[in-house]
């Protein structure tokens, strides 16, 4: 296991279309979670799961995005109807939660997302 | 929403220098975490620490942190090029996610 994979690297779409990021956590982490970050700015968190269950979800997050993890192990997040300001680095961090605290939390290279 | 201020927000010094960077926060935390990111790629975790620890070292890296004033400090010593990048931390309260700072951009000048 090489941590965390995100693809596509970097996408450029035209406003309006359709996009589609995955993410392949670190195979043991039970926890994933999708942020974004704009230039000069800090991750924000977008949501995050617990094996396959969504718990929660920003206000940032609206209704043209949905992220999903059908089985528990990768992660998609789509974005509809693109729009300029959702050009962006989007994240994907995974992490071992237990009982006794959160772990090892690990980011993936991001994939950076261009609207025209 | 951002938890964490980071000050400064760009710093520039000589290599071999060390360098400080602060970070406040304004919620109660179980820990506290510093990450490094270079232009354009993603997040590499650097260090952790509990709210009930006050420093930590690691390598050239040395944090504090005081809960008493939610604040905590990273300084790298012995500066070098390749320690040029954004510095970020993030701040774990139990809310099931980390909470970012805006991130202080380092620029080591050789």
């Known amino acids: 296991d090489t941590g965390v994979s995100q693809d596509p690297r970097h996408k450029i779409t035209k406003r309006g279309q359709n996009v589609t990021f995955r993410c392949d956590p670190i195979s043991e982490h039970n926890r994933l979670y999708w942020y974004r970050q704009t230039l000069g700015q800090g991750p924000e968190f977008l949501t995050y799961f617990q094996n396959e269950a969504q718990l929660e979800k920003s206000r940032l997050l609206s209704d043209r995005f949905s992220a999903e993890r059908p089985k528990g192990s990768f992660s998609t997040l789509e974005i509809q109807r693109t729009e300029q300001g959702d050009s962006a680095m989007y994240l994907c961090?995974?992490?071992?939660?237990?009982?006794?605290?959160?772990?090892?939390?690990?980011f993936g290279s991001g994939t950076r997302l261009t609207v025209v | 929403s951002q938890q964490g201020e980071e000050d400064p927000q760009a710093l520039s010094i000589q290599e071999g220098e060390n360098a400080t960077m602060n970070c406040s926060y304004k919620t109660s935390i179980n820990n506290l975490q510093w990450y490094r990111q270079n232009s354009g790629r993603g997040l590499v975790h650097l260090i952790l620490i509990r709210s009930n620890e006050r420093e930590k070292h690691s390598g050239r890296l040395r944090v504090t942190l005081d809960t008493s004033k939610k604040s905590s400090s990273l300084l790298i010593t012995a500066s070098r090029a390749a320690d040029t990048a954004s510095y970020f931390c993030?701040?774990?309260?139990?809310?099931?996610?980390?909470?970012f700072g805006q991130g202080t951009r380092l620029t080591i000048n050789p």
């Open positions: 961090a995974s992490s071992l939660a237990t009982g006794a605290g959160n772990y090892g939390y690990t």
């Open positions: 993030a701040t774990d309260s139990g809310a099931q996610k980390l909470v």
